[in-house]
């Protein structure tokens, strides 16, 4: 049987799972072809990927990377048509002629696009937490109204997706609690009267993924974790209760579901993002990867912990915020972005990156968004108050 090719847009080609995701496709030309790619700044590394797959369209954030880039292109007789800006994701991303879209820009800059391709239809592969995280109910609506397949690509949320059974109309009566695993990061053993003198270079290094400086940090701190708890409780239905997070050093055990009847059903693997990046999309058939397959044999033993709320007091932010107004989670989505910013520039403390949270959380009167416009003018209301938080606190 002849499968037809699927043309896939990737938003944020040159970050970690954009790499990932074109190495996959590159596996598979006679499944994949790409259509358009994204980059903020990356000129050099999006001229490289053009000339390997050559795409319709690549899109840059500014008007001088685009025509750097739109300069190189000529130089190498490419016929790849550059755009820039906001609108172009958006086009990229809702054009006719794309099938799947990899949502993978970091940040709220992700939500625009991702409510583009939601609305068109589309397979929305959705590594950005923050179109869940900010968008909640108003993005799932999108979803809904423009008959678009979502299917999670965090690693997480993949592992939640493929437990549970294909019919979601099953979920609410078969789910007992979703269990998400945390490696528990950099300072998973670390002192916590010692994280004050976390430099940005022990952030980033993560000890199982490679990931970028961004999500490096928000593993660090756990952030990530919070913001997964938020996306799970919109993704599968599920109330903030039903919630769970376990330290899982190991990262073999990417989460689990439990079910009403007692028993657990989870998704193991290497920690190799390309493995829920095939999973999403072939899916619900099974490509090659290019993982590393799990050897039992060699398997050390699994270990699990509950997370220490002194080393990681972001954490408990993500039921705070689901049980409060609908606009918090958007709220501390953009605090957080900026306090990771401030400490990635020296200008903060990484244990202040939590202060910044709290501090904004309880000045910025969170909203019940009703439409994009609502949903970015909270961002950036947030984003002008940990401003303000940052320079109080900075170094």
């Known amino acids: 049987m002849t499968i037809p090719i699927q043309r896939v847009t990737v938003l944020g080609s040159t970050g970690s799972i954009g790499v990932s995701t074109l190495d996959v496709i590159a596996r598979h030309p006679d499944r994949f072809e790409v259509f358009a790619l994204s980059a903020a700044t990356r000129v050099d590394e999006m001229l ?38 906001a609108d172009a994701l958006e086009q990229i991303a809702a054009h006719e002629q794309v099938d799947a879209v990899m949502a993978a820009i970091v940040g ?60 979601p109309r099953t979920w609410s009566r078969r789910i007992d609690k979703i269990i998400l695993t945390a ?38 701190t756990m952030m990530n974790k919070a913001l997964e708890v938020i996306e799970a409780r919109f993704l599968f239905g599920v109330t903030p209760d039903q919630l769970e997070v376990v330290i899982h050093p190991q990262s073999v055990i990417h989460s689990m579901v439990q079910f009403t009847d007692g028993s657990v059903i989870a998704q193991l693997g290497t920690p190799d993002m390309r493995v ?6 072939a899916w619900p058939e099974r490509i090659e990867s290019g993982a590393q397959r799990l050897d039992f044999r060699q398997m050390a033993a699994l270990e699990f912990e509950a997370p220490d709320d002194e080393r990681f007091p972001g954490l408990s932010l993500a039921w705070d915020s689901l049980r409060a107004a609908p606009g918090t989670p958007a ?10 910013e401030a400490f990635l520039a020296r200008r903060l403390g990484f244990d202040r990156i939590h202060t910044v949270n709290l501090e904004t959380l309880a000045r910025v009167p969170a909203s019940n968004p009703a439409s994009l416009g609502d949903l970015l003018a909270l961002d950036e209301a947030a984003r002008a108050c940990a401003r303000q938080v940052v320079n109080q606190h900075a170094l």
Do not use: Y
């Open 276 to 281: 829920p990046i095939a999973c999403g999309l």
């Open 331 to 340: 709220v501390l989505n953009a605090a957080n972005e900026v306090a990771v």
């Open 48 to 85: 490289a990927q053009c000339q390997r797959f050559r795409p319709r369209f690549a899109v840059m954030a500014s008007d001088a990377h685009a025509a750097q880039l739109a300069d190189a292109l000529r130089r190498h007789e490419l016929g790849t048509q550059v755009l820039r800006g």
């Open 108 to 167: 709220a800059a992700g939500l625009a696009p991702c409510l583009a391709a939601a609305r068109a239809g589309k397979r929305l592969l959705l590594a950005n937490k923050e179109a869940l995280v900010v968008g909640g109910e108003f993005f799932l609506s999108a979803v809904r109204e423009g008959g678009a397949t979502l299917i999670p690509i965090d690693s997480e949320h993949s592992a939640i997706f493929q437990s549970l059974p294909e019919d």
């Open 183 to 220: 490696s528990g990061g950099p300072f998973r053993t670390r002192a916590p009267g010692t994280l004050c003198d976390v430099t940005p270079e022990q952030a980033c290094a993560h000890p199982n993924w490679v990931m970028g400086r961004k999500i490096s940090v928000d593993s660090a």
